[in-house]
């Protein structure tokens, strides 16, 4: 349909910063040149970033790449990797590739079950992947509880903390990284796994990057190959990541849309559920697929969440102030069908 709005795929609907756009135009006449294997410029601008050794960062066609990067460095057949459910299902995707073993642990009111997880380690488990905020549920882990947790995992295990909305979580949700790269004497070694398509608005670039030990880091560079990160991605990230203002606007706009869709969505008699990122669940007290449908004839497109089990939810990115507006007008009528008024 002409003019739909598309709030399924947590993207920034802002786009990139116009730094950004103009360093990729720019970059254009040099579309003739391998780019940078090694991504200098951008690597050393993370590493001042994150207040860490440029050895300590490594580069991934999205995160999505490094997320196969740390499989293949250390899953091998029948080795164990535990995950949540919900959430990002490229975890055990990669896993069953390598013929490893997937064990996934429900989430406890729409949050990871620490306890449990750690109940399900053996010696086969290599990895484990937790999404923090978690999607699709928005919701984040209390610091003093990650902490306390990592503290319980062997050394011998690496704990993946996937960090991709990280940017629009409250400051006081966050862990330090850099004691969590360095400090890791008697407990387990962790990676952090962030992302340019969120809040930089550079998904169509797919670059994503993570911050890990230097020894870990080594392992995956090893198996990550060269030319990876194509010359726009690169130029474009830096450029990003250099310009504050835009950045921190659009943390703002979103919590914004954050708080006027949760008020709107309850106005209407739905049920919204506090998130950590741009996007959050919707209890429609309905059939989430017939709802999905419904808005679909009204150019509006969202995400129905039976296929993870939550039949009456669906999940809605934060858009521009139009597309919130038009999301909302659809939402009351699309319900108003389905409700029979």
């Known amino acids: ?22 360093a ?14 090694s991504c200098f410029y951008l690597v050393n601008a993370l590493a001042r970033k994150a207040g860490v050794d440029p050895a300590e960062v490594v580069l991934g066609n999205g995160s999505n790449e490094i997320i196969d990067f740390l499989v293949k460095a250390f899953v091998r057949e029948k080795d164990e990797v535990i995950t949540s459910h919900p ?3 490229m975890y055990q ?14 989430m406890r009111d729409m949050h990871h079950d620490l306890g449990v997880i750690r109940e399900m380690v053996s010696d086969r488990t290599r990895l484990i992947f937790i999404d923090n905020p978690n999607n699709p549920t928005g ?3 209390q610091p003093v509880d990650l902490y306390q947790f990592l ?14 909305y990280i940017d629009f979580a409250e400051k006081q949700q966050r862990v330090d990284v850099f004691s969590l790269i360095r400090n890791n004497a008697g407990r387990c070694p962790v990676v952090f796994l962030r992302t340019f398509s969120k809040a930089y608005g550079l998904a169509g670039l ?26 726009m991605a690169q130029v474009g990230a830096l450029a990003a990541l250099g310009d504050e203002e835009y950045y921190e606007r659009t943390l703002a706009r979103t919590q914004a849309g954050l708080l006027y869709l949760s008020r709107e969505v309850e106005g209407l008699g739905c049920k919204s559920y506090p998130s950590q990122a741009n996007f959050f669940l919707i209890d429609v007290r309905g059939n989430a697929d017939k709802l999905y449908n419904s808005l679909l004839t009204k150019g509006v497109i969202v995400r129905s969440m039976s296929a993870y089990g939550f039949e009456t939810f669906i999940r809605v990115t934060v858009g521009t102030e139009e597309e919130n507006k038009r999301f909302i007008k659809s939402l009351a009528e699309s319900l108003a069908e389905l409700r029979g008024r």
């Open 1 to 22: 349909m002409s003019g739909s709005i598309k709030l399924a795929s947590n993207e920034n609907p802002w786009g990139p910063s116009p730094k950004a756009v103009r």
């Open 24 to 37: 990729i135009r720019s970059e254009l006449l040099n579309l003739h040149r391998y780019p940078d294997a």
């Open 87 to 89: 959430s990002f299902l």
């Open 93 to 106: 995707k990669f896993v069953q590739i390598r013929g490893g073993i997937n064990y996934v642990v429900p």
């Open 139 to 141: 919701t984040t882990i």
């Open 151 to 164: 503290s319980d995992i062997p050394e011998t295990i690496i704990v993946v903390l996937d960090e991709a």
């Open 206 to 231: 797919r670059i994503g990057y993570a911050l890990m030990a230097r020894e870990i880091a080594s392992c995956l560079q090893k198996v990550r190959p060269p030319f990876n990160i194509n010359q």
